[in-house]
Antibody
Framework: EVQLVESGGDLVQPGRSLRLSCTASEFSFGYYSMSWFRQAPGKGLEWVGFIRTFGATEYAASVKGRFTISRDDSKTIAYLQMNSLKTEDTAVYYC???????????WGQGTLVTVSS | QSALTQPRSVSGSPGQSVTISCTGTSTDLSGYNYVSWYQQHPGKAPKVMIYDVSKRPSGVPDRFTGSKSGNTASLTISGLQAEDEADYYCCSYAGRLVEFGGGSKLTVL
């Protein structure tokens, strides 16, 4: 069965960096786009960005210029590099497999990022 | 503030039907036929219930139906069951970007 496992969440100070990983298994990773989402405590879902199979990326305005999504198809891992973190970046971060336009068919369990001094 | 507007809460009794609306603009909902709906139970990851406006993934009961008219998409849940109580989010493609509604909490009375 398709599995996505996020890791790397932690407590970090404002202004610092953190890299999240999304390890995929049981599907042909290289054939799918992958997305990242987040959910602040008690709040709704927010799209962070995606990476296409050929490496093209798009980001939400709230993270553009600070976050970078990359992928290593040989390791079946998608990454979310987060720089210049702000307290408002505190959230559970999810990765997803993209089946089509806004069709996110598998989600990981999420990893918590807390930005606080 | 979310790009798509949903009612904060909806409710219904077991066996009844409820409809959750999702209103956008010409740059998202009315411009594309790419709308999806996600169900999220507390402490769990979201689950896709509808994609491409009205298509159901395998395993989703046919009690869940999606539609769209102009700049408003809707999710209708018929024959409400206790396990349908959850948060529901609409999602739309907006030309290289992805937008979500703020979420609607469904309470099964």
């Amino acid at each position: 069965e398709v599995q996505l496992v996020e890791s790397g969440g932690d407590l970090v100070q404002p202004g610092r960096s953190l890299r999240l990983s999304c390890t995929a298994s049981e599907f042909s990773f290289g054939y799918y786009s992958m997305s990242w989402f987040r959910q602040a405590p008690g709040k709704g879902l927010e799209w962070v960005g995606f990476i296409r199979t050929f490496g093209a990326t798009e980001y939400a305005a709230s993270v553009k210029g600070r976050f970078t999504i990359s992928r290593d198809d040989s390791k079946t891992i998608a990454y979310l590099q987060m720089n210049s973190l702000k307290t408002e970046d505190t959230a559970v971060y999810y990765c997803t497999r993209d089946r089509g336009y806004v069709y996110f068919d598998y989600w990981g369990q999420g990893t918590l990022v807390t930005v606080s001094s | 503030q979310s790009a798509l507007t949903q009612p904060r809460s909806v409710s219904g009794s077991p066996g009844q039907s409820v409809t959750i609306s999702c209103t956008g603009t010409s740059t998202d909902l009315s411009g594309y036929n790419y709308v999806s709906w996600y169900q999220q139970h507390p402490g769990k990851a979201p689950k896709v219930m509808i994609y491409d406006v009205s298509k159901r993934p395998s395993g989703v009961p046919d009690r869940f139906t999606g539609s769209k008219s102009g700049n408003t998409a809707s999710l209708t849940i018929s024959g409400l069951q206790a396990e349908d109580e959850a948060d529901y989010y609409c999602c739309s493609y907006a030309g290289r970007l992805v937008e979500f509604g703020g979420g609607s909490k469904l309470t099964v009375l």
